[in-house]
């Protein structure tokens, strides 16, 4: 069976700063004609940090889209000059945390939500942060709160709704997969 369906045309609704927003009218098919409302978006990378005690570094901030304060992994936007995800976290983590790190290890990749975006994002994993004298600035419109959880901290942000976004959420049930492992093979 084939599921590729074909575009026919692509109209530009709005140009933004982060998104673009399409509709596109394609062929299914089976033939028969179709709109897809699309939102192409920069690609991006996020950290899961921890401090020297297993402590998750998480940033604080609010999300006028779901209209509430939310914990979320340090994350943001790969600029046109980082020809890796892994220099984008880089970035991020000293900006949204004034912490660096020289241990780092590439996690996954993934699209956030295909069904209408073709944002993707790039997971690392850092360990044995240290504090920056001089740390990047964060950007201009960026008002956070760096919070560090234990485990057992974070799954009740979970429960509770605060760390509820997809990158962090998979962190969370990443770091949980692990210390089962680690509790496994002892």
């Known amino acids: 069976m084939e599921f590729e369906e074909k575009i026919t045309s692509v109209e530009t609704i709005h140009e933004g700063v982060v998104t673009t927003y399409q509709l596109a009218e394609v062929t299914l098919p089976d033939g028969n004609k179709a709109q897809r409302e699309i939102v192409r978006h920069k690609s991006a990378a996020a950290v899961i940090a921890f401090t020297d005690d297993l402590k998750i570094i998480l940033v604080r901030q609010y999300r006028v889209s779901i209209g509430k304060t939310t914990l979320e992994l340090p994350a943001g936007l790969k600029e046109a000059e980082d020809n890796d995800g892994l220099i984008t976290a880089k970035r991020e983590l000293e900006e949204e945390t004034g912490l660096q790190s020289d241990n780092w290890r590439f996690v996954t990749s993934f699209y956030s939500t295909p069904g209408f975006t073709d944002e993707f994002l790039?997971?690392?994993?850092?360990?044995?942060?240290?504090?920056?004298?001089?740390?990047?600035?964060?950007?201009?419109?960026?008002?956070?709160?760096?919070?560090?959880?234990?485990?057992?901290?974070?799954?009740?942000?979970?429960?509770?709704?605060?760390?509820?976004?997809?990158?962090?959420?998979?962190?969370?049930?990443?770091w949980q997969m692990r210390r089962l492992k680690a509790n496994k093979n002892e």
């Open 122 to 174: 790039e997971i690392y994993e850092a360990h044995g942060v240290n504090k920056v004298e001089d740390p990047l600035p964060k950007d201009d419109d960026e008002f956070l709160e760096v919070v560090t959880l234990d485990f057992e901290e974070a799954m009740d942000a979970y429960s509770r709704g605060e760390l509820c976004d997809s990158k962090t959420v998979f962190a969370l049930f990443y």
